[in-house]
């Protein structure tokens, strides 16, 4: 099961009028804003109040869920109570959204995210553009046949395709509240149909980074030379606002390097971003998990590089060597986190980056307080 950043509850007494409870941040990360789903065993909720700041929090009612966005000090508590009993008033929407089915454009406080069609995609409900609201930045490959997010994708011995091509996908379901936009697709990889292909995005209220799930399921035997994931491309020139790579491996050692050549890192780097000092800005890929059931491997790596930008996860390369087989009931899922975040000086420490990390890998805790 993948684990998410939410903190989650579970409510044991349905029928209390309310229940008490406290999130606890033990690893010294203040959180702003972050989002935490409560889990209600189908008890009926009305309302959240903030027991530390004496204030009613906005809520997205779930199928037997909660989701808020959460403020915890560093090292500190916020304690909350939680009434059951009939619906309040709706929260108003933080999250907006516009457009047509798979051609949105979803818009927070922190992005404006375009999912629109191109020439060259058509209605495939990839993401193409994400416009950062502070510094102001367009992030976008700047192509007219492609997108910003450009995987699952795969080849079989010539050129990749991703499921940037779907026009549309099989299947996909939409949902869309006061705090949160989330769209799920899924369907065969483009020339590759025994390769099943899912992919989530979730957009969130006051947060500044998006939620990406992708996964890969054999449904029968598959061959192929290459397959990758979590790959997103950037245009050059003008339009690229970066000049640093920089990523977190394994022991937690950061390196930062000036946009020169191709890095080529482990598969379980931690994340990877791109920076730049004239905007005091950066842009990464904050990994949680990489999974493999019964799927292999063939010279697996985390690629990127900044002339084009671009970063990518390859599970299978053979060159030009023999197709790899990827065995039915093979499996690949990732979670990971496209996290837009400020920097500071001439080569940036991307402490950032490495404190979100921390945050995913370690959620809020929850200690429950009382019912009644």
Known sequence: MLKGLFAVLCALIVDAPFLDFTLIEDQGIARAGEPVRVACNGASVARLWNRTTEREEPVQ?????????????????????????????????????SGEDLAWKVDTSHFTVDLSKNPGTGRSGQINTIYVKDPGVL?????????????????????????????????????????????????????????????????FAGWPAIAV???????????????????????????????HLGW????????????????????????????GAARRFGFAAVIENIETEGAPLADPA?????????????????????????PRGARYRTRYWILAFRTEGET?????????????????????????
């Open 61 to 97: 009612r779930e199928d037997g869920r909660i989701l808020f966005l959460a403020t915890v000090g560093a090292k500190s508590e916020t304690r909350y109570r939680l009434h059951y009993g009939k619906p309040g008033p709706a929260s108003a929407s933080a999250v907006r959204v």
């Open 139 to 203: 992030l976008t490959r700047d192509r007219p046949t492609s997108s910003l997010h450009l995987s699952p994708n795969s080849a079989v011995g010539g050129q990749w395709n991703g499921i940037n091509r779907w026009n549309p996908p099989e299947r996909h379901a939409v949902s869309h509240g006061p705090l949160s936009f989330r769209l799920e697709r899924e369907g065969p990889m483009p020339y590759v149909p025994n390769l099943r292909v899912r992919t989530v995005y979730e957009i």
């Open 213 to 243: 799930e992708e996964s890969i399921e054999a449904t029968a035997d598959a061959r192929v030379s290459l397959l990758r994931l979590c790959e997103w491309s950037l245009a050059t020139g003008a339009q690229n606002p970066f000049n």
């Open 248 to 275: 977190e491996d394994a022991a937690g050692s950061v390196s930062v390097r000036k946009k020169e050549k191709e890095e080529t890192l482990p598969l379980d780097t931690h994340w990877m971003a791109f920076s």
């Open 302 to 326: 985390a690629r990127f590089a900044g002339d084009p930008h671009y970063f990518y996860r390859t599970l299978i390369n053979t060159g030009k060597g023999p197709l790899a087989t990827v």
């Open 348 to 372: 940036p420490t991307l402490e950032a980056v490495s404190r979100f990390y921390r945050g995913v890998q370690h959620p809020l805790r929850v200690r429950i307080d009382s019912s009644s």
